[in-house]
């Protein structure tokens, strides 16, 4: 081979090697996207969520051994955009667990109130409800009567509208498009596919601090195509 061949076939395979990764390159986040579509679905532990909702909201601690698994919604669209829910079934059967968790943590919390209030132990509290012709237990149903449970599963299934944006391999959550235009984020997760399982791993909010999640979802986060 003269010295012009020669020549010509490196520069042949050179522009086919950087071709190749040129492709390679641009093609990774339209494949990734590709992959992204559509519905995905992870198991949320209902007792878990109602203990720390318990905590959070009563001071209450309690612990559940019915573990009702709910099924949480990822839903990705081709216009960027996310949905996430929690499916209609989940939310009633974790209502229906926290009325049950209620009835139980609601005596010792009424009971305080009487003590914190009024100076009375539980004794006096029984005693005082009874010359009302009452009792702890309807005291607690009343309070459950007033307790807007349709509020709380309409809330906890109502769909929540999100953005995203996949660059450099992590991906991008915002409340706003142009948060992620700005190149910014509320979110930033780093998406691992193996065949229809997604995991959603090394978490960090908008400040860059490792992120574990809320009471509903925790990251590292495991979801199922659907």
């Known amino acids: 081979m003269n010295g012009k061949k020669a020549l010509f076939a490196v520069v042949l395979c050179l522009i ?10 641009s093609s990774l986040p339209s494949l990734m996207e590709g992959k992204l579509h559509g519905e995905w679905t992870t198991t949320v532990s209902a007792a878990r969520y109602v203990e720390d909702v318990l905590r959070s909201n009563m ?11 709910m099924t949480y919604v990822f839903q990705f669209k081709a216009d960027g955009t996310l949905i996430l829910y929690l499916d209609e079934a989940s939310g009633k ?10 009835k139980q ?11 914190e209030l009024q100076g009375m132990d539980k004794a006096a509290a029984d005693a005082m409800l009874a010359e009302e012709g009452s009792n702890m237990e309807e005291l607690v149903e009343l309070t459950l009567a007033d307790t807007d449970f349709d509020y709380i599963l309409q809330r906890e299934t109502s769909q929540t509208l999100m953005y995203y944006e996949l660059r450099d391999g992590k991906l991008y959550y915002a409340a706003s498009p142009d948060t992620l235009n700005e190149g910014l984020y509320d979110l930033c ?7 229809k399982t997604l995991t959603l791993q090394n978490a960090v ?13 925790k990251y590292p986060l495991t979801l199922q195509k659907k």
């Open 16 to 25: 086919m090697v950087l071709g190749l990764l040129l492709y390679s390159h």
């Open 59 to 69: 001071g209450a601690e309690i612990s559940l051994t019915d573990d009702v698994e």
């Open 93 to 102: 059967a974790m209502v229906k667990l926290l009325k049950d968790a209620m």
């Open 105 to 115: 943590v609601l005596p010792e919390l009424l009971y305080g109130q009487f003590l």
């Open 189 to 195: 997760v780093e998406p691992v596919f193996r065949g």
């Open 205 to 217: 909010d908008a400040q860059g601090e490792a992120f574990e999640g809320s009471s509903m979802v």
